[in-house]
Structures are given as C-alpha cells and as structure tokens.
C-alpha cells in the first residue's frame, strides 16, 4: 500500500504545462469525479519538452491512497495512455489480461481523444478492477476466520479489503466497510451544503493472520476505527462515536447492525443540532445586536460587535457539534489593541460562564450578555497591560 494522499507529491510548478488536449482529460477527470482524486508530480517524458504529457494520479482505495502514473505521449496526444502501478502490485496486470481474453468491453477499446470523459472513465474501470484483484487476494489467504468474513460480508455493496503487510508483526487483513446506505446523501440533511464529493463513513476493521485452517482458540478481536470523509467533519464527527464491544466468537454481520443503527440516531441528531444551532445564532441579535458574521450552514460560528463605555470589541462564537450539550467557546477580540506585531489582542478561549442545556435560546443569549458584562472590563484591563509592557 503507498503512502497516503497527504504525503503523495506536489503538482510540480517547474514543469511545462500539459498538452491540450492531455490537459482536458485531467481537468475533467478532476472536476466530475466522485472520487477525492489528487494529482501528484507533472511532468514530461522528452528533455527539454514543450508540453508534458504524463502525471501522478493519488487514488482511494480501501482507506488508503494508491499512486499511479499515467502515461500519455505529448507527441502522439490522440493514444490513450499507459499506467504504470505501485511496485507492490505487480500482479495486477488489468489490460494484460484484456488482450489475453480478446475483451473489447475495456473503455479503452472505445478510445477517443475527443472525448474528456476518456481518463475519468479509465481510472473509474482500472480501480474497480483493482478492488476485485484484491478481493481475490485475499481470498487465498489460509485463515479459517478471514475466509468466513469474506464470505458472510463481501457482498456488501461498496466494500473494500486488501492486505496490510508488515516487517516486524504478522501479515494482517483490512476490511473498508462502508456504513449507513451506500446512495445515503449527506448533502439533503444540510441546506446549501457545498459538498461536491459524496459524503462516506467507514468501519475500518483489520484482522491478524493467523495462518491455520482452524481456530486453536477464541480468536482476538479485530482492531475498529470509524473513518468519514473529512468535509463531514463539519456536520458530525466519527471521533465522538463510542463502539459497540466486540464480543468473543463474534463476526462483522453480527456487529454491524447495531452500529449502523446507532449512527442513524447520531446523524439524525447531529442534522438536529445545526437547528438548535441557528436558532442560538438568531437570539443573539436582540441582545447583542445583528452578528457582523455567522456561518449560514452548519451555524458552527458567528461573530458580535459589543461595546462598553469607550471600549469596543468582538465576540466570537464557536458553537460545538454537541451544542446544546456543550456550550460556545466565546473569544474576545479588542478593536483598539494590536500586540507588538499589529495584530488585534485576544483573549484566551472562555467556556467557564454560567450555563445549562436546559436553557431557551433567548436565556443561553441573556446569560451569557450579563457574563460578559463584567468579563469585558478584565479583557480590557488585560489589552491595557499588553500595550503597556511593549513600551
């Protein structure tokens, strides 16, 4: 497995600019693919090249990222490219095995340099390939209870497995398993939400080799992690997720119902949390007038202009995903003293005033006005002191 897609290269600046009509496949490709594709090193096969006319491709498979290189050749733009794979997937030999079988079904047989949708539809192809290839991996491996995992889940629509090899413990199995319904659309629980990428939580669960038949004795559990796309972070957050125990002699169709019901209720509430959310953002304006800046989808912060006597400052709220069970982290923010580097003076975040979940908007919003009341003079007090000691 290749590192992961944070660790894949840059788009390179030094390079010439992509052929035309090569440039055209990847911007497509990168625009209209459901997949969180990353374009890694640009570069060109000729010294000296005008146009380049081959790239790095960062592609998700099975929580992880594979590189490959795709090929083209800038002086013959109209010929589909080749790809070159990881150095640990040299048996992965996808169009080898097309021309051996005289299989013409490969979008490649179709190849059109006109067409955009040429490298989207070929990168879409190779990684389904590449999931089966895997798939048939690790369907050799000698491990009773791999092997009856493999045969109770894998027909899960949209699961992923491979092997995680390892120097310095025994081989392991990785099982990507995706959770809720696989057409579950994030996007409709969030009005105006600017996801262009679909939304996924996953159950990772890895499995050690034992490399025996049958079982000698009650196998360990497997090592879980809930994993979620990162933009769905904003909405819900997979690390507050407590999981279900894994019981002894228990398998994934036994513990995966229960966990998929439980983060129905969690998105359901966390979905809920965003009204509870805005409607604290709304109760701000009567109080501490109009917020200058809110956040209109997830109501995640918002910002008031306060004034006290001659001192005025900002309030920022950042209201957590567990609100109301958890309260705004309030921020002060001085208009009229800037540290020794011109940038405005802040307080250190607050979340030690009165509160109760209990509470209507309306009180939260009172509450925490009467708070900031005699709050406001400390933070003056502290601005003060700051400018006086860089003098």
Known sequence: MSPSADAAAPVSTSAPPLAPLIAAQLSYLLSHSKLPIRVGQIWSGCRNGRHSDRFTLSIPFCL???HWDFVYNA???KVAPDVVFGPD?????????????????SCLARWDYRDPRGLVALVHELRELYIEYHKKQVAKVDDARVTFE???????????????PSADRPDEVKFAVPLLDVDFDFNKLVPGCPWRLPQKIHLQVIFPIS?????????????????STSDLKSLFSVEDVKLPPWSNGM???????ALEESLNLLVVEASASIGARRRFIEALAPTFGRPIEADPIFCRRATVLSISGVFTFLVHFAIPLQFPKQQPVLTLQSSQHCNADGIPITSPPINDYPWSPRWDQAEMVERIYDFLTDECQNFKKFCSDTVTQQK
């Open 64 to 66: 992880d990222y594979v």
């Open 75 to 77: 002086l013959s733009p």
């Open 89 to 105: 997937d040299e048996g992965f030999q996808p169009l080898v095995d097309y021309a051996e079988a005289g299989n013409d079904a």
């Open 150 to 164: 493999l045969s109770t889940v894998l027909s899960k629509e949209g699961i992923e497995v491979c092997m995680v």
């Open 211 to 227: 490399r025996s038949s049958s079982y000698s004795s009650v196998p360990s559990a497997p090592r879980l992690k809930l994993t």
């Open 251 to 257: 398998c994934l169709a036994e513990y995966l119902p």
